[in-house]
């Protein structure tokens, strides 16, 4: 028997404090792979190389961490091969997943296009991207089937019109969602989009800041029309009571597979100032941001830690060198706003907003687009990031006949719920992450319901995603859903989704936003998910109280 001085269960030793690979304190070794790639050659440096040797050498000549890691930072994925299932996702090498084309994101920051731009998107999208085209949820628009050979092409005809893809993936700041109607929205106070240029101008492509731990996703507008809670730092429209118009930082944003809204940090910030306190934001990512693993390394992770007041204090004190103004809540709209149909300009001209089928164009689709913008006089498109497109500045006597155009391209300024509601990640078309197909479902779910349920007169989010990493934002959909395989009735595994119901961003002003509730058990196979949706949808017709009574 041990003696009675013994304690029953061993003291536990103290525990030498792990390095989580934060710069700030001095741990500068690469913990992981990806850290690696990024210390041995700052990833903007691949440019030179895909000039230089790739372009030339064709796809084999790419070194393999140029491939799978640099690439991205100039808007490189390479594409998921053609045939394999989503079951051999997580059990494939990546060389195996992969095909030897390129998707090739654009970034568009602020949503904002000229009618040049759009038409050289376009043309490049059919002379060397099989003519393909999809509008993101973050505003950018996706090209597929680019061959390495044709990037520096590709790049000479974006740069030429003031586009690029710089930073448009890869752990840096990418691209900086804007309201698609800034400048001209009636009720907008303040336009933000000196601000995003500035940003783009001084810290694009900033060697300083294209080492982050991971991705950094940004909002400014004054106008909360975005997912402003879900990115690393929003900057959202407010009027402070001594101080007059500025903006309302919100920093820690993120979903994926551990989803968490941004918070405020209470201060509110003129418009000058913002690209300052940008960067002080992703300086502190930067250099206290998590580098060990990989799925803790996004900037919600240091905020969970360290709570918003040390956040503010560490923001003014080590990076802006001064105190930054306390600041009201900004009013948040009671749903989010996705500006589809005809709207008044603040200058008297129309602002129209239009759905393509779950943000699937074409460059052929995008060129008709451009004619019938210029025919109707309007020489600005905007794209916005609930995978939708706007036209600016259409006179009243021409805005029938351009929504008249519209349809005849595809475009639909008067859509359905179904198809106003939905949208989809890019799923396993060409996604090397993905478990399920996503665009087809989502089309065929858009046109079902719209047989079956024509006169459906309720807004409905529907974010279908082909994996658990939520880029269509799985968690703040009224119904969100996540790919992964289930079982059918026979028991054989196939191809389905695991339900998210009642998420919601920007809800009444005095709720909180919240996540969609993922209930056990709640799984649908691919198969089922229309017919699921349509009884889930007549279900809430038949219980809610008032029209005004929402899903979530
Ligand atoms: Fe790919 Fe998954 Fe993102 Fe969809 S959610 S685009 S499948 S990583």
């Known amino acids: 028997m041990a003696p009675s001085s013994t304690p029953a269960v061993p003291a536990a030793r103290p525990r030498k404090a792990r390095g989580e690979g934060q710069w700030a304190l001095g741990h500068r070794e690469p913990l992981n792979p990806n850290e690696r790639i990024k210390k041995d050659d700052n990833p903007l440096n691949v440019r030179a190389r895909i ?33 394999i299932d989503g079951g051999r996702t997580a059990v494939l090498e990546p060389h195996e997943l992969e095909d030897e084309f390129f998707m090739l994101r654009v970034r568009v920051d602020g949503g904002a296009l000229s009618l040049a731009q759009l038409r050289t998107i376009a043309e490049i999208s059919r002379e060397f991207g099989r003519d393909t085209a999809d509008i993101t949820d973050r505003q950018n628009i996706q090209l597929h089937w680019i061959r390495v050979e044709d990037v520096p092409e590709i790049w000479r ?28 929205a009636a009720d907008e106070v303040v336009d933000a989009t000196p601000a995003i240029d500035e940003i783009l101008k001084r810290y694009i492509g900033d060697p300083r800041y294209s080492n982050l ?60 100032e913002i690209p300052d306190v940008w960067e002080g934001v992703v300086g502190i990512f930067r250099d206290y941001g998590y580098r060990r693993l990989r799925n803790r390394a996004r900037l919600k992770f240091l905020l969970a830690d360290w709570g918003v007041e040390k956040f503010r204090e560490v923001l003014e004190k080590e990076y802006l060198g001064k105190a930054l103004i306390d600041g009201p809540p900004p009013e948040l709209p009671a749903k989010p706003i996705d500006h589809i149909g005809v709207h008044r300009q603040k200058d008297g001209l129309n602002y129209i907003g239009a759905a393509p089928v779950v943000g699937r164009t074409s460059g052929t689709q995008l060129a008709r687009l451009a004619d019938v913008v210029e025919e109707h006089g309007s020489d600005r498109v905007r794209l916005t990031a ?23 391209i595809g475009l639909e300024a008067r859509p359905s719920s179904w198809r106003r509601g939905t949208m989809a990640c890019t799923g396993i078309e060409y996604c090397k992450l993905a478990i399920v197909e996503t665009k087809a479902r989502g089309e065929e779910l858009v046109a079902r319901l719209e047989e079956r349920l024509k006169d459906f007169d309720a807004d409905i989010s529907i974010h279908i995603n082909g994996c658990p990493n939520a880029c269509a934002r799985t968690q703040v959909a009224d119904i969100g859903l996540k790919g992964q395989l289930v079982m059918n009735a ?42 699921y949706v349509e009884k889930l949808a007549r279900n809430y017709l038949g219980d809610r109280a008032s029209s005004d009574e929402t899903f979530a």
């Not at 990115?231 to 007059?244: C, E, F, K, T």
Request: glycine share 16%.
């Open 51 to 83: 000039e230089n040797i790739y372009a030339h050498g064709g796809f084999s000549s790419i070194d393999p961490q140029d491939l799978r890691g640099r690439f991205r930072w100039w808007g490189l994925y390479t594409q998921r091969k053609a045939g």
């Open 490 to 531: 026979h028991g054989e595994q196939v191809e389905g989704f695991q339900v998210h119901l009642g998420g919601g961003l920007g809800m009444a002003q005095g709720q909180t936003s919240g996540f969609g509730r993922k209930l056990r058990g709640l799984k649908a196979t691919a198969e089922e998910l229309p017919g």
């Open 213 to 272: 731990p991971r991705k950094f996703k940004s909002q400014i507008s004054w106008l909360a029309d975005g997912p402003y809670e879900t990115n690393d730092i929003s900057l959202v429209g407010v009027v402070h009571p001594q101080h007059g118009p500025g903006f309302d930082l919100w920093v820690g944003g993120g979903l994926s597979t551990n989803p968490r809204l941004a918070e405020r940090l209470g201060v509110w910030v003129p418009l000058e």
């Open 386 to 408: 609930y995978q939708k497109l706007l036209v600016l500045d259409v006179a009243d006597d021409k805005v029938e006949s351009l929504i008249g155009g519209l349809r005849a």
């Open 157 to 184: 005809r974006l740069e030429a019109v003031g586009l690029q893809t710089t930073e448009a993936c890869g752990d840096c700041p990418r691209v900086v969602l804007g309201s698609p109607v800034a400048g001209v």
